[in-house]
């Protein structure tokens, strides 16, 4: 649409009717501004896009209002975008020839003032619809630490983190994305840390997304990533702005896509998927102690029933002989081998979570009843499957929610298959096998340049203070070098170390 | 092209399924020997017979309460052979499960075995690539078939009371911790000969709770000393009191009790119980003629104490003290003097010493004549005790009725 404003309302107007249509949500207005004699003008907005009362009080009545100095002749000579900008209680005010423009500010819920004999448009910004308030996050709950968490609305998300990082570098570059969606998508970091190439990196890749329509964050995702054909995630999401933010001071780039309640942070590796804002918000021993506990919950996560199968079905000599003996009591009489007994056991578990996701609340005990009860109990008693490998997968299953990422968690739980075939083919050597390839597999990903299994391959000594480990805040001198941020310092002394330095001089 | 790709992929999965579950077998499929006895066969010298005790789960296990009472906790079979293999393959013919040695307690073998050549036995176990090397090893004067089926202990499958019984053996002293990688050292060894501990069964025991006590009972496997061997041929045994004699310094970290006459009361008794015991054997050669040193030290704690005496606690610490370092030197003498000038047969780690402290003369003269040098070779044994605990201090425990009652007779006289 390379036409301008041609200054005739009433063939603008049916320029405007041929684009964005008549239907029942858009609005025609017609008006006389006494203060302009008379001169008709049209106002056009979307009606639940924008803010009515700011229309009504804002616009149409300084509009119609009788002008006070009508006679007087200076007043005629006032130029028209003044005119407008001094008359309308408007906070924005933006004059516009091109039809484009025009018509995504409509549809993106401005309003449009355009005047008889003018030949040029007002975009006015009086958005407001309904949105859903601030409240907890839902997804990620954490014991201490702020509550609030990111909306579906672009504004109240980028006023969360502005909130936060009060730094004068703080930069909000938008675009948008989706021929027909037309998605407002915002980078945020900080001008100044982050590293420019990795901006570049993620800047091309946003704008070189040629498609219709953006829905979620995860649409994004799956153009910008590297190595689209893994099934881990290289990005963290987060519903938290507490993380977005820390985020952000550590040099990284958050992707905001209106109308997602979640952004996403890149670079990332591997490790940040087991890390939780709570380790940061107690003290520092705890906060490695769940760093490990989480580690040991993603091993026992892919291993557990896999461990099972090959105890059981070929290494019966690393078992202790009571607890051999237990097991094959226990198994005496189940008619089928342990493999294809664990098999059918972790599918029904997927199947119960899958089930368990998306159910009404008033069924949900339904679910806990029947898959506890018929599966656990009557399984077990009617000699179906051993009881051991109950215990088995559901450590595995518990051990999978303990990995704070739902993306990960599961991916690993995914994976927990292709180990278990593994290891029901060829014993140890076919699980340590699987878990070896998948190790090799990690190091061999990227996530912006980043290795994926950095720090702790390709080690870097800096980054393992807060990587397993969670060193106090003071120690932590240094961000970390996955971003490779332009500024590597966070803090240079501490108060307690020019203490000790003083008392240790001579 | 896709069509090429997915019959390939069709075609690894047929190939990686089939060769992948071959040696597959479930847990409850396969036979856990607990326990194995090696004698020759009464029909035949020439025989071998196997006897394997082999677990059931289902008499051990507890699948939700229902556990069978009446059910044995062990399955046992026999099988004769011209080789050890030949039989057990044997025993796989008619056994309707598959016999894994992995979980394997114990090696019995009988003494009409042992005394005619053991060989046989240690190579088959040690080339057995699914036998433990901490596997028990002992030798019995009974049938080593009798010694496996026999019905003992508390409460586990029989074959694992046994190495329960060989577990403690630090607090008893009765014989050595034989296990399959000791044996094996020792038979391969060129300066040391092999001891084994010795089992016998004793039938005194009762089951309790039962009424019919002349039916229940139970026999009772035990340590019974230990089977001195010359290469690989079994000499004798050593009684448990003089096995015990050599735990002194041969066993790991001996934890024995030692019963002293009091000072002042001959017909009472102090308890010594012996810990943090450590021996050194020394050598040196006196013009060519190797002498030894045994020397133990340790700290003693006493765990027994009933009588009043009017001792200081220095004088009856340093009298128990002596006592304590008297018995222990007499029994390590008798025990040593026994094996030097009955069997004549260096189990005794000497050859071993001399082999490490003076390695020029073991090579260039010793080790040939050493059967000779080892029973004439002088031995001195020096012990060290100090009983050094708060029990000392400890008021024997007295019984004020009695006082009182012997007060009262002083004072009507």
Known sequence: MQQKVSGDLRKDEQLLIDTIGQGLDTEYRHLLVPALNNASVLIVYIKGLIN????????IRPLTAPSRNANEKGAKKTPLPEFIESTLFIAGVKQSQD???????????????????????????????????????T????????????????????????????DYGLRFEGMRLGDRSKTDVVMVYIEGLVNDQILHEVRTRLQKIKTDAIMVSNYIEEFIEDSKYSIFPKMERTERPDKASAAILEGRIVIMVDNTPFVVIAPSVFWNFLQSPTDYYEKYILGTFWRSIRLLAMFLAISSSSAYVLLTSFHQEMLPTSLALKIAADRQGVPFPAAIEAFVMEVLLEVMNEAGLRLPKALGQTVSIVGTLVIGQAAVQAGLIGPALVIAVATGAISSYAIPSFAMSSAIRLLRFPVLFCSSLFGIFGYLGAVIFITLYLMSLRSFGAPFYSPISPFQKDDQKDTLLRLPRPQMKKRPSLAKPQDSVRQTTTPRSQNKSEEGGP | ??????????????????????????????????????????????????????????????????KQKNESQVWIANAEGKTIFDAIREIARFSSQRIMWAHNNIIVVGESLARDDITPVIDFFTHNHELRMKTWMAVTPLSAGDVVSSNVGMGNAPGRSITEVFRFQNLTGLGLPSDLLNVYHDFTSENNNLLISSLTLNEALTQAGLADISENIVEQIEVSGLAVFDKNRMLGYLTADEARGLSWFLGESPNLVISLPHPQNQNKSVAVEMNAVKAKIDSR??????????????????????????????????????????????????????VQKEYRSDVLRFGKTVHVQHKKEWNRDLKYRWAEIFPESEVEVVVKVSIESSTLNQVPLRNYKELANTNDQSQDK
């Open chain 2, 1 to 66: 092209m896709i069509r090429k790709l997915v019959a390939s992929i069709l075609l690894i999965i047929t190939l990686v399924i089939p060769s992948g579950c071959w040696d597959m077998r479930e847990i409850n499929e396969i036979g856990l020997v607990m326990a194995v006895g090696i004698d020759k066969s009464p029909r035949d010298p020439n025989l071998f017979l196997v006897t394997v005790q082999v677990a059931n789960p289902q008499g051990s296990g507890s699948s939700g309460g229902e």
């Open chain 2, 285 to 338: 050669l006196n013009q060519g003629a190797p002498e030894f040193t045994i020397e133990i030290s340790g700290s003693g704690h006493i765990s027994e104490e009933d009588t009043f005496s009017s001792l200081t606690i220095n004088e009856f610490k340093s009298t128990l003290e002596n006592l304590a370092e008297q018995q222990i030197a007499a029994e390590i003498r008798s025990s040593v003097s026994k």
């Open chain 1, 139 to 166: 997804s990620e709950v954490e014991i201490r630490g702020p509550k609030d968490s990111f909306v579906e609305n672009l504004m109240p998300n980028m006023a969360l983190i502005r909130r936060r990082v009060r």
């Open chain 1, 52 to 59: 009515t009362t700011e229309l009504e009080d804002a616009i």
């Open chain 1, 99 to 137: 039809w484009t423009e025009i018509c995504d500010a409509i549809v993106s819920g401005d309003s449009v003032l355009l005047i008889n004999k003018y030949d040029a448009a007002f975009i006015l910004a009086n958005r407001g619809w309904e949105s859903r308030a601030i409240s907890e996050p």
